[in-house]
């Protein structure tokens, strides 16, 4: 089955700080995607990683993909208080596009 | 170009009683997906459903609960003799087959079972 495991799923950090959060999944996959979503709100898609070494930046985010490891990043640079949300990532089956399976998701607060 | 629409975003049902959840995906998307988030989690999935046909189901209770997506008209999800534990945001998504597998989400239905 597969499975996704983010960490930290609590996250506090100081404004101007950086720090990245990890995506563990646990079966052959080449798709992984990142989506942020504010309280009470619907999820955005802020990443779409295809391939293995795949790299994607937006503003203070930055995405990347080791389908050997297993393993995304999300790595937050200076960060500001307006990235405070909770960061999902979720991975498609490699048998199975169809199936997307969500991680925990990890909660940022940034405070000023 | 809207996008995911999903209505109602609030409903309140006491027990026993049936809810409907509808969606319209995005303009030219024929997949759609439900998942479940309850407070303080993440999203599970639910069904997978393309115009008039369930792909994949394997995430949602046997009973009570069933989905549908008519040739005409959004996609239903519909949970019969609700009970307390079926409060949650249920979230839907669409996507185009053939693109990244990307999938955009509606604003979600928030349902409380009172």
């Known amino acids: 089955e597969l499975k996704v495991e983010q960490n930290p799923l609590f996250l506090s950090m100081q404004e101007g700080k950086n720090y990245t959060i990890y995506c563990n999944y646990s079966?052959?996959?080449?798709?992984l995607y990142w989506y942020r979503q504010d309280p009470g709100k619907s999820l955005e898609s802020l990443f779409v990683l295809l391939s293995n070494g795949a790299v994607k930046q937006e503003g203070r985010l930055m995405a990347s993909l080791d389908t050997k490891a297993r393993l995304s990043t999300l790595h937050i640079t200076a960060a500001v208080h307006d990235l405070s949300a909770t960061y999902f990532c979720?991975?498609?089956?490699?048998?199975?596009?169809?199936?997307?399976?969500f991680g925990a998701g990890t909660r940022l607060t940034v405070k000023p | 170009n809207a996008g995911v629409m999903q209505n109602p975003r609030h409903l309140v049902r006491r027990r026993g009683q049936e809810a409907r959840l509808r969606c319209s995906p995005m303009k030219g998307h024929s997949h759609v997906y439900w998942y479940r988030q309850l407070p303080e989690e993440g999203l599970k999935f639910m069904v997978y459903l393309q115009k008039e046909n369930i792909i994949d189901e394997s995430g949602m209770p046997k009973e009570r609960f069933s989905a549908e997506f008519p040739k005409e008209g959004p996609s239903i999800l519909r949970i019969q003799q609700v009970v307390r534990g079926d409060s949650a945001a249920y979230f839907c998504?669409?996507?185009?087959?053939?693109?990244?597998?990307?999938?955009?989400f509606g604003e979600g239905s928030r349902l409380t079972v009172l």
């Open positions: 979720a991975v498609t089956g490699f048998y199975n596009n169809n199936d997307m399976r």
């Open positions: 079966t052959t996959s080449d798709r």
């Open positions: 998504a669409s996507s185009q087959l053939g693109d990244t597998g990307e999938l955009f």
